[in-house]
């Protein structure tokens, strides 16, 4: 009788792999769930319930267009992009679909799974270029993406005491708001994952939809629907060898190609320091984290700054300083009156 080979045994799963597989199940479970909630918004019944790490019901107030919320015992008020946005941060609403008029419903729903699997997916992504770091030798390249784990537990839990991170952070929430606040501007952002950011030098991405209007033109010229997808990479240096060093590694990006589909790769400063950004955060917890996230109380001139560098953009050749001007927007400026008045309005 041949001496029989025991079978071979399935090769034991990695840390990583089995903390991925756990990942993949929760971004199922999230799907699942979506569909649930789209059919409870669709029949306006039962109530989405929050389930971050803070949970506030938001009561509708028709009135208004906005929703009520208590905050540490203060009735404040908040608009649909403050309850989107503030997903990112681990602040979730509890809504009854019997008030909420379904198409605010529908979009929070949907914007809260896309948030959740987002953050699900960079995770993963960290952890799978960890262990092939790892395993091909890599260290300083695994380093890297042990600390972006540890940065996004941090960003998910409201923790972040980087203030680059904090301005990164408070810059999408900001344009996250006016996404769904004030959709004429145009203006759509998308988070990037670590490896883009590492690689592409790209701090997270924004869509900028052109609008024609106001322009007769012959029917076989007229384009419409003209988009402009810019990644950006935010800095509060504002030395000049600082600025030049960030724009070479943007320029040395581009030069190897980057997989990212983007028209252009923009630093942007902004007129804030690392002081002010610290102490927006410190009195945002303070306060008991309040709708809106630490941005909400910086100063309106550097939310209209940033708006103003992304929305109508400037692109700055790091060596002969020049500047262009990208497109033929004006937007910010047309509309200045509408944020200052939403701005206010939030305060």
Request: hydrophobic share 35%; proline share 3%; charged share 30%.
């Amino acid at each position: 009788m041949k001496n029989e080979q025991p079978p071979k045994q399935a090769a034991a799963l990695t840390q990583e792999q089995r903390e991925i597989a756990v990942l993949q199940e929760y971004k199922d479970q999230i799907t699942d769930q979506l569909q649930e909630e789209l059919r409870m918004v669709a029949e306006k019944k039962g109530i989405i319930r929050g389930q971050g790490t803070l949970n506030r019901e938001a009561i509708y107030d028709a009135r208004h267009n906005t929703f009520l919320v208590n905050c540490e015992g203060t009735l404040g008020s908040a608009t649909l992009g403050d309850l989107i946005a503030d997903v990112s941060l681990g602040s979730e609403y509890t809504l009854s679909l019997d008030s909420v008029p379904p198409e605010l419903a529908k979009q929070y729903v949907l914007a809260r799974a896309k948030t959740r699997i987002q953050q699900l997916y960079n995770r993963q992504v960290a952890l799978q270029e960890k262990e092939k770091s790892e395993q091909g030798g890599k260290l300083t390249r695994a380093g890297y993406f042990e600390e972006a784990l540890k940065d996004l537990d941090a960003k998910e839990k409201g923790t972040e005491t980087h203030a680059g991170k904090q301005f990164e952070q408070d810059a999408v929430h900001l344009l996250k708001q006016i996404q769904f606040d004030i959709p004429e501007l145009g203006v759509e952002v998308e988070e990037v994952n670590v490896v883009q950011d590492m690689d592409e030098k790209i701090d997270f991405i924004v869509k900028i939809h052109e609008h024609h209007r106001g322009v007769q033109v012959e029917e076989e010229e007229k384009v419409l629907g003209d988009d402009s997808v810019f990644g950006i990479q935010f800095t509060l240096k504002w030395k000049e060898d600082d600025l030049k060093v960030k724009q070479n590694k943007i320029d040395k990006s581009l030069h190897k190609g980057i997989r990212t589909q983007v028209d252009d790769v923009l630093l942007v400063t902004v007129p804030i320091t690392c002081a002010e950004v610290k102490k927006a955060h410190e009195q945002w917890h303070a306060k008991g984290c309040p709708p809106g996230g630490p941005v909400k109380l910086y100063a309106q001139e550097v939310k209209l700054k940033i708006l103003e560098k992304i929305v109508d953009p400037m692109r700055t050749n790091s060596v002969s300083n020049e500047v262009n001007k990208i497109g033929s927007r004006n937007v910010i400026e047309e509309q200045k009156e509408k944020i200052e008045k939403y701005f206010n309005a939030k305060k």
